[in-house]
């Protein structure tokens, strides 16, 4: 197993299209958890959004409401929390977790029930992650669902557990690259590098996300030891 980490700069340099995407990780001092999640978007309707906060939880809003095609699979709730444990997703799942934890089930239960996006022929794959704190520490999850054939008939449901590493996170988008259709991420979630400070982080990758198709980021930082939390977030189209 390679222990090489990539700059979020690298991961994202000359690929227009990487779609939507999650970060977490753990800052290089070892004193902060972090998270990012950022959209793109080809069409006018998907292009069409901002991130709002209420609280603790982010949403997906229109920025026109009057050019919306087609809200359901562009306006949900990226970031949720339930207790002790932050949810991030690339759509209405987010929901199906909640729900779940507050079941007293768990992340992979929750996914278990879910698949990819129904928008062939592109079978968008469902992203999300899990952070879990503890008494000044944490743990997360991610799950990749991806259709197992090219007409959306199967769905492989994917989970990954960390341990988190000092200036260590890892990066899972929606698709590999453009195209037409658009192919699904593959592999494991990439290992990228993870800063101190929160500022740095997000402008990082909003400054390599591809101009014409970036739409909004959203980052996040929690000090383990007090509990801090600090907020970034970017909108293209926002006032």
């Not at 129904?118 to 669902?145: C, Q, V, W």
């Amino acid at each position: 197993m390679s222990y090489t980490r990539k700059s979020m700069a690298r991961a994202l340099k000359g690929n227009r299209y990487p779609g939507r995407g999650i970060v977490v990780g753990k800052s290089s001092d070892g004193k902060k958890a972090m998270f990012a999640y950022f959209i793109m978007g080809r069409s006018e309707n998907s292009r069409n959004r901002v991130f709002a906060e209420y609280g603790d939880e982010l949403r997906t809003e229109p920025f026109d409401p009057q050019k919306v095609s087609d809200p359901s699979l562009i306006i949900y709730s990226p970031v949720k929390v339930v207790g002790g444990d932050v949810i991030v997703t690339n759509g209405d799942q987010t929901d199906t977790v909640e729900e779940s934890l507050k079941a007293g089930h768990c992340f992979r239960h929750a996914l278990m029930q879910r698949a990819f996006e129904p928008d062939a022929p592109n079978f968008t794959p469902r992203i999300s992650a899990i952070l879990h704190f503890g008494k000044k520490s944490f743990t997360y999850e991610m799950s990749i669902l991806k259709s197992a054939d090219a007409k959306g008939k199967k769905c492989n449901r994917y989970f990954f557990a960390y341990e988190p590493v000092n200036g260590t996170g890892h990066f899972l988008h929606t698709y590999q690259k453009n195209g037409d259709p658009l192919p699904s991420f593959e592999g494991e979630p990439e290992r990228v590098r993870v800063p101190n400070d929160l500022k740095e982080f997000a402008d990082e990758i909003w400054g390599n996300l591809d101009a014409e198709n970036k739409i909004s980021l959203y980052c996040r930082s929690v000090e383990l030891k007090t509990g801090k939390v600090e907020r970034i977030l970017f909108n293209k189209y926002g006032k």
